[in-house]
């Protein structure tokens, strides 16, 4: 096969990288392939058809697919084939023009990397992901990074139960308002740090389904989330939490708290010397938690229930 004058096979990576603004239509057959790691990385193209002969359905990596395609805005989908795909992260990474994408054809049971697939997607408004089978996927961190003008994701089948990593998965995200995780299954999460970094818009989130017996870190978890008013960690295990640092903090709306779980060890004074809880919030403790944080510090200002 050539491609501007020079001959490439399909174990060659970045063989678009040079097909300049424009919009391509794609007519390979694929059939005998089994990567397409890096295919378009970093190419300048506006707009990708791949039509009914691209056949993908013995891929295995599509990772770093359209990794740099900063100025792709409309890219058709429809005839992918993703069933036997165990490899997608880093795919639309960069993909900074793409406004919405169609990815209701994707068949997602096998594949396990989905780390920053959609990271720095800086123009993707809205995006439907209820088709997406996660249960195999081991890390997802850095998922929508820095997709700042993000305000509705539909995750209602995200069923994470193999995910180690959820850190940065929302970082950034300045526009999202709301966010349902009502199917996250986080058992075997270790990782959740900075997971809602400087989401300013974001008003409340419901994590009470939230397991935790594996999490060792939760820094910042919420810092910047200024417009957060309330909190919901009632189910949460701190048992396995190994830092903790700054989870709450620059968070000036912070009213209610509820941590009526947490069992008091020496690691949770983390919680106290990181700018943890705003003296204003109500904080929901159990009884226990309570006394241990009475004796080493002042509270008599602090509005608690014990439960």
């Known amino acids: 096969m050539t491609i501007d004058g020079e001959k490439v096979d399909f174990c060659t990576t970045y063989i678009f990288k040079s097909a300049g603004k424009h919009k391509v239509i794609v007519l390979l057959d694929l059939s005998e392939m089994f990567t397409l790691n ?7 193209m506006t707009s990708i058809i791949f039509s009914e002969k691209f056949n993908t359905k013995k891929i295995i990596y599509m990772n770093n697919m359209f990794k740099g395609c900063s100025q792709l805005t409309s890219i058709n989908l429809s005839y992918f084939n993703t069933k036997n795909v165990e490899n997608m992260k880093y795919m639309f990474l960069e993909c900074r023009s793409l406004v919405s994408l169609d990815l209701s054809n994707f068949n997602t049971q096998n594949v396990e990397y989905m780390n920053s697939m959609f990271k720095n997607c800086t123009s993707l408004i809205s995006i439907d992901l209820s088709n997406f089978d996660v249960r195999k996927v081991k890390n997802i961190n850095s998922f929508f990074y820095n997709c700042s003008s993000l305000i509705y994701a539909n995750l ?33 999460v270790i990782n959740m740090t900075q997971t809602f970094y400087q989401c300013p818009l974001i008003k409340s989130i419901n994590l009470s389904n939230f397991n935790t017996k594996n999490l060792e870190l939760a820094s910042s978890m919420f810092e910047g989330c200024k417009s957060l008013t309330s909190i919901n ?15 709450f903090k620059d968070c000036p709306s912070l009213k209610h708290i509820d941590i009526r779980s947490f069992e008091w060890n020496k690691k949770i004074e983390n919680l106290l010397s990181s700018d943890f809880l705003p003296q204003s919030a109500e904080l929901i403790l159990n009884n226990d938690f309570y006394l241990h944080l009475s004796r080493i510090t002042n509270i008599t200002k602090w509005n608690i229930t014990t439960i």
């Open 38 to 44: 890096s295919i378009f990385y970093n190419s300048e």
């Open 156 to 188: 209602s089948s995200f069923k994470i139960r193999n995910a180690e990593d959820i850190s940065y998965m929302f970082k950034n995200c300045a526009s999202l308002t709301s966010i349902d995780l009502s199917s996250f299954d986080t058992e075997n």
């Open 233 to 247: 960690l009632s189910s949460w295990v701190n048992t396995k939490i190994d830092n903790i640092w700054n989870i």
